[in-house]
């Protein structure tokens, strides 16, 4: 992230400042995309964990 110089006229401030908060709501909405693509492969893994687990318990 750039720095705001204090020389900068209050409408570049502005622009500025609109401009890094669309970028940091860009990286929001991806990283919630990557979530929610990841949560059911996740969810489907630790299924299998604890099947797997669950029955190798059953045998002790």
């Known amino acids: 992230m ?7 006229p209050p ?3 502005i622009k500025f400042l609109w401009e890094e908060l669309v970028k940091m709501e860009e ?9 929610d693509a990841a949560t059911p492969k996740v969810t489907s ?3 299998h964990f ?4 669950s029955k190798s318990e059953s045998f002790n």
């Open 2 to 8: 750039e720095n705001i110089s204090e020389s900068q």
């Open 27 to 35: 990286r929001q909405n991806a990283l919630s995309g990557l979530i």
């Open 50 to 53: 604890n099947d797997f687990f």
């Open 45 to 47: 893994i630790e299924s």
């Open 11 to 13: 409408d570049e401030k």
